[in-house]
């Protein structure tokens, strides 16, 4: 078997990087090693963490990264069949490990070789600002604190997210790259939805884009097609046939080397109708309201709430409408979203208020017409931007405009 796979990589600086600046954050908390529970959930979003410091993951792969204050980074995924595959997968760490008898006793065993069985030990996967449930489970934890009852295991709340809320200039070109993926799943809904074809067909269509030129799964690709769709995309397509003044809207996360974007299209089979115009058209001016306003420097709840005063003056509804990060997963910071209020004026308190380089994120509207159809249907837009140094910009470089297949 080859020695190294082709798939996409960051270099070792970039490594070097990432280990200094979260090694000098763990020194201000005191803390002598971290777990990262790098569980597949949720579209492996709940392994961001863990693949940011150790860049094993895709396809639902378990990767428990325990990180010392000093010395070698380890990796437990979850079985041996695959470990002369992630090492050839990636080069950043070496020390790459089975699960032995469970899960708690593989992280001890290798704490216990740091000599660290009275260490101050930070984790990941317990209940923090942007998860109250957390996702780590309850009899992992029990065994681990019984296996090491001399330790101090504490919350890292969210150390790494505001670590990774800024993107390297390494980080921006992957995700460059699944814009690009994203673009040409677009594509590929524009050129083959048509009367007649199934709805399946064209997801699978769509994913095929993706995976045929480099993209990795799991991925979040939510869909919905009829005359009158949800104001929200569903979650799986079904096997009807499309027909002539169907509306298809879909939200896509493209994903690149372990990196999401998020993009969101209304399509029509034919001539839409005024109303659902009008709604799409609200859509974009609202996006177009929010690029105006963002910006380094700028406040982020200023250009939000910007926002949500051009989609009332056209009255319309919110079913989604705001932004939240993107990397590794979704939801990261900043986060500002209209349908989600309460907890995002928190999260702005974590990182603050104004938009910073390097920050890349979705900007999302789902809108509808109370007034129309009892408002229980809608249209969708976003996109990923990215605050430079000078401006926000666009990642995707899709048509923004309502997608009506002519027939």
């Known amino acids: 078997m080859r020695a190294k796979l082709e798939l996409p990589r960051l270099s070792i600086a970039e490594r070097d990087r990432r280990w200094a600046a979260v090694r000098k954050e763990m020194a201000a908390c005191n803390l002598d090693a971290i777990v990262l529970w790098g569980w597949p959930m949720m579209w492996d979003f709940y392994t961001a963490n863990a693949r940011y410091l150790s860049p094993i993951g895709g396809n639902a792969e378990f990767n428990i990264v325990i990180f010392p204050a000093d010395g070698e980074v380890t990796s437990v995924v979850q079985m041996p069949t695959f470990l002369e595959g992630w090492r050839a997968a990636q080069d950043w760490v070496a020390d790459i490990r089975p699960r032995g008898k469970t899960w708690a006793d593989s992280v001890v065993n290798r704490l216990k070789e740091l000599k660290l069985e009275s260490g101050r030990i930070g984790m990941d996967g317990l209940a923090g600002p942007l998860d109250p449930d957390g996702w780590l489970p309850h009899d992992v934890y029990t065994r681990l604190t019984s296996l090491l009852p001399n330790a101090k295991?504490?919350?890292?709340?969210?150390?790494?997210?505001?670590?990774?809320?800024?993107?390297?200039?390494?980080?921006?070109?992957?995700?460059?790259?699944?814009?690009?993926?994203?673009?040409?799943?677009?594509?590929?809904?524009?050129?083959?939805?048509?009367?007649?074809?199934?709805?399946?067909?064209?997801?699978?269509?769509?994913?095929?884009?993706?995976?045929?030129?480099?993209?990795?799964?799991?991925?979040?690709?939510?869909?919905?097609?009829?005359?009158?769709?949800?104001?929200?995309?569903?979650?799986?397509p079904t096997t009807r046939e499309m027909v002539r003044g169907d509306l298809i809207i879909c939200e896509m996360h493209p994903k690149f080397g372990g990196y999401f974007t998020h993009v969101e299209r209304t399509y029509c089979l034919g001539d839409p109708q005024d109303e659902q115009i009008e709604i799409y058209e609200g859509c974009v001016a609202a996006y177009r309201r929010g690029l105006e306003n963002f910006g380094p420097g700028k406040t982020i709840s200023t250009a939000l709430e910007a926002v949500k005063d051009e989609i009332d003056s056209r009255g319309l509804g919110i079913c989604e409408a705001g932004i939240h990060g993107h990397g590794l997963a979704s939801l990261e910071y900043p986060r500002y979203r209209h349908h989600a209020i309460a907890a995002d004026r928190e999260a702005i308190k974590v990182v603050g208020d104004r938009f910073d380089p390097g920050m890349v994120f979705a900007f999302n509207i789902d809108l509808f017409n109370p007034k129309w159809r009892d408002g229980k249907t809608g249209c969708v837009f976003a996109d990923t931007v990215h605050i430079t140094e000078t401006s926000a910009r666009r990642m995707h470089s899709y048509p923004m405009d309502f997608q009506a297949i002519a027939l």
């Open 153 to 236: 295991f504490v919350g890292m709340d969210d150390m790494l997210e505001k670590v990774r809320s800024i993107k390297s200039a390494e980080e921006l070109g992957i995700l460059r790259e699944a814009a690009k993926l994203g673009d040409l799943m677009l594509s590929t809904c524009r050129d083959i939805a048509r009367p007649g074809v199934k709805e399946c067909e064209v997801y699978a269509a769509m994913m095929e884009a993706m995976m045929a030129n480099g993209g990795e799964e799991p991925t979040l690709f939510l869909w919905n097609c009829d005359r009158y769709p949800y104001p929200h995309p569903f979650r799986v």
